[in-house]
């Protein structure tokens, strides 16, 4: 007797009909299908293999059968009109051994055994899974060596009636996944788990212009999907390509494939989304909802994007269902906290309070003590008293101390005291905390016959990692395909993104370094503790006079006052007609229209210590001593409100024809051919309300003269020392009264490729397009330019030759050559002007010209050669790929001198070229495969890539040693050079010397040429490799990704000349600074050995600054389990899976000895850990 398990809870059946019920209605699904359709046709008297002939003719279902079988069974004429086609298989097998069963895509006709009473017979039962314990729907299960078999339901269950031996050998087989041979007794019940078929994986490469068998690709593209993305989570889907496409680095901010390809035009890919480019940013993209990506590296992979080639295409094909008759409901979440940001002093290169308080005092003691410049120092200190600067309360305990105000004990005192303090540690303890970002998406996918629905939620919540701020998103997206008709389908689909974010607008309040190390942010009661970051706090006039505010600070009290709120809308709408016209031959047209929509809002209230600042800005003090009057040109109450307001809106139109067909199953041929229009157009406005009260909802802003404010800019404060009135003007109120300039560009081309193939051995490709754009006109020959490729590729492993090497399973080589484009946007061929200042003394508008005409201005023009091997070896356990290529850009915009009597003196014109050369390697190896559920399974996968990157040419070189520091580019090296002065020591003052050309030791050397300069390497990495290790055994699975970049330098860390302390923290490499007694150190003098002489140009560019950026990094760690599908289906749930990741660990190794890390330049990245949840049902 069965016990029943009451203590197990089970998701209620009667809820889970209400929910898909909700869903069915919500996403608008179709639920009749072609297996719902009414269809009409006349059958005559023939064989079963004729009549299923008429049937798929007839209509777009696909009948999977035995064709030596269904020939021999008899069909009498029959009339069906307007009947499913349920009713008519069921008729036409009526009397037979054959059975229908329908499958993902097909429908399967398949033999069943009737039963004999006379016989003994029995069955065999089981569960087909994919390796993550979903059901596999319409898998095929047969008895080895018959027709006999079933097709699984949408349990993934199926039952073999009428065997008669104790065991047999079943074949379960599935589209895309690895056929599997299972020994099964008679009556037993298997599980049956299926993987991915290493060989179909990447059968089919999507360009965004069509899907295309890898076996006809010619070109270089990398394919990442669904199940590799799933074995890590990242924030967006870039980063979760590091390491797994070779060519491709995601490296300080920059995105490159296969190098930079241009000097001042774009060098990030393109980014392509369902086959179309989109203007949106990519970390908008819903990393949840991605099923594959596809990277074009090569001409003839890309070349069909045209003008937009040049760096690369990136291709995000989206989610859909893909179980037929089943509402699929996923649901994944991720909670990823930081580590708390690490404050330390020591950790970022600063003094520890103690140390600074000694280095300060030993030059505070020298400096009132035994100063011998012959200044009165305590006069000196008291002038600079009147004055504004900030002194720091150590500096000030000195002075006291040397006027005799205060003991030398009651210094001691204060310098104990202050050794004590650490504001960071109070600053990360009142302000930081620790960073969590929640994700969580759900998916409503729904397929039947002729419609396929997708409904995807994404909420995305982020504090930040300090207080009084967020970042929060909504994104939600539809998508569906319905056919229509036989010859019709409607692709079409709508994306909306809801974002708001909060931070503050003080560019100071989130700095805790922008103050000395021994500070207090708060008093021993808990209360504020006041300091300055701009004046000193032992200067008066605020107090004393009546008409000025307080200029005191503190960073957590400000976060109160002053903030930036964001809202942004971003909307993406596309559709796609699809025109089947005869077998074989195709139009679709499609179109995507996005928009985008950002406010910005910066507050900044009354009390704010910006807006006390601009009171006592703009405060005039009229009038004699004793009878002052004050004018206030900004009012005296509410505070300041400056609004940005931007938008887009940009659309993409295609037009294309498509065209496949075989022929003497020898001759294949792939060619498709469109037109494309693009427009892109951004706007906006600023705002400013000054008296501005956000509780109230007031402002005064009409009674603000700004042509006084401007015409004030330049004159004084009261008194000597404040700071100009053109610092607040420029810095506070100019930049909100700007304009956003408006950008409108369009675009057409018109392209063709084609594919040709024959035998399944060689593959042609050709590929054609001209673009035009609205920058190029004023030359006609220039308006379009024509980009093209031509691609070869042999399948040696389809020749009978190689037949025989069982242990080759593929092998191909490719060779493609080709030519991509780029656009400048910042040029034009005719002369521009840009509007929208008003001239404050006429009150009239301004127009300035930018730049003048250039009618021979064209398109950046890329030419690239590629050589490749792809393979598959030992039963498909070894697979990967080899490429080299040699990438030779020419018209690339470079700078040209100009006769300073044309209003110029330099135009960017297409005058340099450039070179690109490098070698991929991308390998998978499976060490141990997972024969059946629980075995162990190991993978391994390896991306490493090389580039040489060198500008070739270029005609305005660098005249100065600064411009060369600054811009790097020089010809004969690369696009990211690093230029330095030599550094030759400290002479015997301590002061940094440099060597000239001539090797001569100098103090000054800024007035030098260009060829004082040496080349210290470059800033992007020549090497990256990736290699990224997989475990599984019962559930539970360990993958790890290795990430290394090398062969670049880095600059870090220089160190200044300084004559006295600085005004907060002091960096730690000054502990080891110059002195009579320490001569052996590269560091200058400070303080008392410091100088006036300000070199920071050449100090911060020279040679022994310059580091190796290698390293190699451990980027993810994650640990995961699958519960078993015994144990959850109890719940009503497939799948459910659990994740443990930490990004970011400790790095294994880096080449430079200053502890610096290479990807921040500065102190490490901070790990976090992430918690995963991913079920369906």
Known sequence: MKKKLHHVWKFPQKWRKMFVRVVFLFVILIPSGVMAQGLTIRIEKGSLDKAFQLIMKSSNIQLVYNTNVASKIPCTATVFENKEITTILNTLLEGTELAWYRGENDIYIITERREQPSQQIGKVSGRVVDKGGEPLIGVTVVIKGTSTGAATDVDGNFTINGLRDSSVVIVVSYIGKESKEVTAKLNAHVLVTLEDDASEIEEVVVTGYQSISREKVTGSASTVTSDDLSRRHTTNIMDNLEGRVAGLVNYDGKMTIRGTSSLYAETSPLLVVDGLPIEGKIEDLNPYDIESVTVLKDAAAAAIYGARASNGIIVITTKKAKKVGVTEIDFSGNLTVYEKRNLDYSDNFYMEPAQQVDKESEYYDYYFFHNDSGEDPIATFEGKLSQFSPISPLNYAYYQYAKGLITEKDLEDIKKSLKKNNFAKEFSDQILRMRILQQYNLAIRNRSENFNSSLVFNLRRDNNGIIKSYDNQINVSYRGSYDMKKWLTVNFGINGILAKAK????????????????????????????????????????????ALRSMNFNHLEELDHDKTTTDRRNMRYQGELIFKVIDGLSINTQLIYETERLNESSYSDVDSYTMRFLRNIYTLQKGT???????????????????????????????????RRTVADKHAVDLLAGFEFRETRSKGTKGLLLGYDDQLQTQSTTNVNFTDLSNYQYTTFFVAGYPAREWAYLEYIEPTIDMV???????????????????????????????????????AKFRGRPLWSVGVSWNLSNETFLHSLTWMNSLKFRTTYGVTGNIYQGATSYMTATTGDVNHYTMKPVAAVESPANPELKWEKTATFNLGIDFSLFDNRLRGTLDWYNKKGTDIFSPKSLDVSKGFTSLNMNLADMKNNGVELALAYSWYRENKPGDFGWRTSITMAYNKNKITSMELQATTPY??????????YPTSALFSYKHAGLDENGRPLW?????????????ESPDVLIFSGQSEPKVNLGMENTFRYKGFSLNFMMVYYGGHKM????????????????????????????????????????????????????????????FIKVRNIVFGYSLPHEFIKRLGINHLALSFQIDNPRTLWQKNDMKV?????????????????????
């Open 995 to 1007: 060597y000239t050309v001539d090797g001569r030791k100098v103090g000054n050397i800024e007035n």
């Open 503 to 546: 931070k503050s607008n003080s560019k100071y309040a989130t700095d805790p370094f922008n103050v000395p190390s021994y500070y207090r942010l708060l008093k021993d009661d808990g209360s504020y503790n006041y300091y300055s970051c701009d004046f000193n706090d032992y200067y008066t006039l605020d107090d004393e006079n009546p």
């Open 625 to 659: 001593e004793g009878s002052y009057t004050y004018e206030y040109m900004i009012p005296e109450s509410g505070g300041k409100l400056a609004t940005v307001d931007t938008r887009g809106d940009y659309w993409t139109a295609r037009t294309q024809l498509n065209f």
């Open 1157 to 1177: 890390d290479p990807e921040t330049k500065s102190i490490r990245r901070q790990t976090s850990y992430i918690i995963g949840l991913n079920f369906n049902f």
């Open 1051 to 1110: 600059r870090v860390r220089q160190y200044y000349e300084v004559n006295k302390m600085p005004f907060g923290p002091i960096d730690d490499y000054y502990i080891d600074s110059w002195t009579p007694e320490n001569t052996e150190t590269n560091v200058p003098g400070i303080g008392q050995y410091g100088t006036n002489v300000i070199r920071d140009l050449v100090n911060e560019c020279s040679d022994i600054f310059v580091q190796p950026a290698d």
């Open 963 to 972: 411009d060369l520091t600054e811009s790097g580019f020089k010809t004969g």
């Open 741 to 779: 300039q408006e950008e409108y560009h369009r675009y057409a081309s018109g392209y063709a490729n084609i594919t040709y193939t024959y035998d399944n051995r060689f593959n042609l490709f050709a590929s054609f397009r001209k673009d035009y754009a609205d920058l190029f006109g004023a030359n």
